[in-house]
């Protein structure tokens, strides 16, 4: 772990300090969402676990990069990263095997920063999809006659899931979610809060392009990522996000949430974990890629979606009791797709 002297971590409580007014008033980082924890005294710096809207200095971005150059300057092999592409699905169901639902926490926040899960409050906006035909189409598929619907891509154990179970029961809604491990599914199943006449579970790889979802294409409302997209070899993702898009109703939108270039955790990777830039692998096997605002936006207007939020979500993260302060960048984004030119 990086760990900041606490002549560092008053310097850079200062720095993030000074910068506070700036963020408040800044009309591209409000308060809500990402956050609403400002701080303005460095004496606080440890009163907290995570302070938001931090601004990073010159010296912070010259450092971050110094360090990532470094520790990518050596890259694995080609003749040895193919494993971690064609094998991605072991090494992830292994670590679910080792954790089974006790390595992350259920996301509680999802509803504060993507109130879009809830058709109720989609409905105020008044920005609703189009509606579609399913419900009366012969072919049956779950899900079928909810007005509202939900994909969940890369559910892992649930910890998404069962927030939003939870949030759209007895109302007229229904949750798919997938993932490439058997055993992470097979663990959403058994969750005493599964329930089948709200949500269908099942195992899908979303990199695979000749297989099918339950459900037909344009017949979502809503489609979620969070930290998935970042676990896929940067050659597929954009192939990912079109086929995923083809299954949005228009109106509908796509929810990112994923690693962000510079946090802590890409500065931090030891010399020979690198796989290409940017892009690494764990010891576990799995890896990790990390995005730009930049980045984001094109994966995203590529597949044919129209910005609606994309936003850089730095933050300090702090441990309290070691004294430790880190930089966390998080992308959180929201692309819609668009209806159709109108015929004249």
């Not at 520790?71 to 003749?79: A, D, G, H, R």
């Not at 679910?96 to 992350?104: I, N």
Request: charged share 25%; glycine share 4%.
């Amino acid at each position: 772990m990086h760990t900041l002297r606490s002549s560092s971590v008053a310097t850079l409580a200062k720095a993030v300090c000074k910068l506070s007014p700036r963020l408040k008033s800044t009309a591209g980082r409000p308060s809500a969402p990402l956050g609403s924890r400002f701080l303005t005294n460095p004496d606080d710096v440890f009163k907290h676990n995570m302070w938001d809207h931090v601004q990073w200095t010159e010296e912070d971005k010259e450092n971050a990069r110094q360090r990532i150059e470094e520790n990518s300057c050596t890259q694995i092999p080609l003749k040895e990263q193919g494993k971690f592409d064609t094998d991605a699905c072991q090494y992830w169901d292994k670590f679910y095997g080792r954790h089974q639902d006790k390595f992350f926490k259920d996301r509680n926040w999802l509803f504060l920063e993507f109130p879009e899960l809830d058709q109720q409050a989609v409905l105020t906006t008044g920005s609703m999809p189009e509606k579609d035909d399913a419900a009366t189409q012969t072919a049956t598929f779950p899900g079928q006659h909810a007005s509202f619907r939900i994909l969940e891509v890369g559910c892992g154990v649930g910890n998404s899931v069962f927030p939003i179970i939870n949030t759209i029961k007895e109302k007229d809604a229904f949750l798919y979610c997938c993932d490439f491990s058997p055993r992470a599914i097979q663990l959403v199943k058994d969750h005493p809060d599964y329930d089948d006449s709200v949500c269908h579970a099942f195992v899908h790889d979303v990199c695979e392009e000749n297989t099918s979802m339950p459900f037909p294409p344009r017949s979502l409302d809503v489609i979620l990522t969070v930290f998935v997209l970042s676990s896929i070899h940067p050659n597929r993702i954009q192939g990912v996000v079109n086929r995923l898009s083809t299954y949005l109703k228009h109106g509908g939108i796509f929810l990112f949430r994923d690693h962000g270039r510079y946090d802590f955790s890409q500065v931090r990777f030891k010399k020979g974990r690198c796989l290409s830039e940017n892009f690494y692998t764990r010891g576990d096997g799995t890896c990790v890629y990390f995005f730009t605002k930049e980045e984001v936006h094109d994966l995203f207007s590529n597949a044919g979606l129209e910005e609606v939020q994309n936003l850089e979500d730095r933050r300090l993260q702090v441990n309290r009791r070691e004294k430790v302060a880190m930089h966390r960048v998080w992308m959180q984004s929201k692309y819609r797709k668009l209806y159709p030119p109108s015929a004249p």
